[in-house]
């Protein structure tokens, strides 16, 4: 028998594995490719400390919950799904017969360390632990030789730890017993938690629809980088995109056609019903938006007393914006808000429903006010907390409800004032649709190139002048797709920046640095490749995986 050791400290883990299953195999282990601190996660976690040990992955390895719950039985499943898709490895959870000895995946509610983390004094854990929705996102991993434990105070917690492990499972296997590779990942204990509550990307799927299995392919990726909210831009003057049973044209009629004049489409119920269940089984929140009341010609195609002026519009595929309004001065109107309203407010679980509000330029400013204040109301009605975009607090907005500052820095302070909640997504910096630099293929550049770098180099806690900390709600990277029409496309624009928008919204300050980043960023090539994702080969990046197409390298 042969035993070929790159690095002692492992010595461990490997002896372990010999005890089990080998009788007489040559083997050979590396030592773990990287420390642990070098793993390259995005975003960033909290805390690090790394151990001389070295967790070893291979076909006898198994999962242990903690319970035959069905929260746990889906985190179990998920992680052999995704240590499957990465290593071809099918591990067995809580198998009747583990094979002894071999290391095992600990997936634990209980939450020792994480209590012992805070009560030893670990500054940074204690300080975030006190927000309740941060609590319940935080967990522990640590990385022994003989298991790695995943402690988290709830189901979310412990899937955003699962992103983690994800992450730490190194790209290639270390040849091990035989023919039976090694996945050897360096040892260690993580503590981590969120430095924002919302951390979210938006999808625009009225101005092109995408289809459910585009969305749930944007919400698989949205996951890996512990995204947790995926707001749908549902409506728009091109088209109307969920299905409302008391109103039975504005999909058949207002959902007909999107941007180019091409086909559009909606979400039948049990389409969008099963969209938030996939997106809950990710522990992503789905916000809703029925933007309104600009922005709403292809209601009023369906619907004509909505505008008011008495005239029948067209169905619209340009991208001009700011030429509809309804009329604010009609309860019909208010009638027909609130079944909208209380139709997809009862299709959705999570706290928000996004109104909408912005670039509302032909309705009047008395008419706006009474507009987003009466269905300010509406959506609380239905129990929601109500969202807009920035224009919103320009009528009688409370701290009741949410401003999303995108444009407007007057509005952003007006917001404070109140005592509004802001979530930033600032055109300049978070928008998913600016192009990255003049001849990318998609996208605007009203408000600018918005290159990778540009995209993670700011700092949302001093962005908006005036906005603290405690009224940040979180950030969020909207994707307007006035140009994008299919997964490849939102992919191009989304990647390689959504990541940095996930690690402006989970890591703490301190621990943001470009050069950091960018060095992290490279290696999610390997990420990007094995699921296809058509990420733009920003020229920024060192990217760790080559392509033989110069065609798809950047240029910027
Ligand atoms: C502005 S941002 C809009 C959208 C467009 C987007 C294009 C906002 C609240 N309104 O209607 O799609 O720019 O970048």
Not at 53 to 76: H, P, R, T
Not at 272 to 284: E, G, M, T
Not at 358 to 382: G, W
């Amino acid at each position: 028998m042969k035993n070929i050791l790159f690095k002692p400290t492992i010595t461990a883990a490997i002896a372990l594995l010999l005890t089990c299953s080998c009788q007489d195999k040559s083997i050979v282990v590396q030592a773990p490719e990287m420390e642990l601190s070098q793993a390259g996660l995005i975003p960033r976690p909290l805390e690090i400390t790394e151990n001389e040990q070295a967790f070893a992955l291979y076909k006898d390895s198994y999962i242990l919950v903690a319970d035959s719950s069905e929260a746990m039985k889906n985190l179990g499943r998920f992680t052999v799904e995704k240590i499957f898709q990465k290593t071809g490895l099918l591990l067995k959870v809580n198998p009747k017969n583990p094979h002894k000895g071999a290391p095992k995946i600990k997936i634990l509610w209980e939450v020792p360390t994480l209590k012992s983390a805070i009560h030893e004094g670990n500054k940074n854990l204690s300080a975030y632990l006190k927000n309740p929705y941060e609590v319940s996102e935080a967990y522990t991993l640590s990385v022994g030789e003989q298991e790695v434990v995943l402690q988290g105070v709830s189901a979310a917690g412990l899937f955003r730890g699962i992103q983690t492990l994800r992450q730490l499972i190194p790209e290639k296997a270390s040849v091990g017993l035989a023919q039976d590779p090694l996945w050897v990942l360096a040892g260690g204990y993580i503590s981590d938690a969120p430095y924002y509550a919302y951390r979210g990307a938006m999808l625009d799927v009225a101005r092109h629809f995408f289809n459910t299995s585009e969305v749930k392919r944007f919400i698989d990726q949205l996951a890996y980088y512990k995204i947790n909210t995926l707001h749908l831009h549902l409506t728009d003057d091109q088209g109307w995109r969920i299905a409302i049973d008391a109103w039975p044209k504005l999909t058949a009629v207002g959902g007909s056609k999107e941007v180019g004049g091409g086909l559009g489409g909606y979400y039948s119920k049990e389409q969008y019903i099963d969209l938030v269940a996939y997106a809950a089984k990710h522990f992503i929140s789905i916000v809703p938006e029925v933007d309104m009341p600009g922005h709403t010609n292809a209601a009023s195609v369906a619907y004509p007393f909505l505008n008011g002026n008495g005239k029948t519009p067209a169905l619209y595929t340009g991208t001009e914006v700011g030429f509809s309004t309804w009329d604010a001065n009609n309860e019909k109107v208010y009638d027909f808000v609130t079944d909208v309203v209380g139709e997809i407010a009862a299709m959705s679980p999570g706290p928000y429903f996004h109104l909408g509000g912005d670039e509302s330029h032909v309705t009047e400013k008395m008419d706006y006010i009474t507009f987003i204040d009466r269905v300010s109301e509406i959506v609380k009605q239905a129990g929601k907390t109500p969202i807009g975009w920035d224009e919103i607090v320009t009528a009688h907005t409370d701290e009741t409800a949410v401003a999303q500052f995108w444009a407007s820095e007057e509005n952003a302070a007006i917001a404070v004032q109140k005592g509004m909640k802001v979530l930033l997504s600032p055109a300049k910096k978070a928008y998913l649709d600016m192009q990255y630099q003049e001849d990318s293929p998609y996208g605007l550049h009203w408000a600018g190139y918005v290159p990778v770098d540009t995209a993670y180099m700011w700092t949302p806690e001093t962005y908006a002048k005036g906005v603290p900390k405690e009224l940040i709600l979180g950030i969020e990277a909207p994707l307007w797709s006035e140009t994008v029409s299919n997964s490849d496309e939102i992919e191009f624009m989304a990647f390689p920046r959504l990541p940095g928008y996930a690690e402006l919204a989970w890591t703490t300050p301190a621990l943001r640095s470009w050069d950091h980043y960018k060095a992290r960023l490279a290696k999610q090539s390997h990420f990007f490749d094995r699921y296809q994702i058509n990420y733009y080969r920003s020229a920024k990046i060192d990217w760790e995986t080559t392509v033989s197409d110069p065609k798809t390298l950047g240029k910027d």
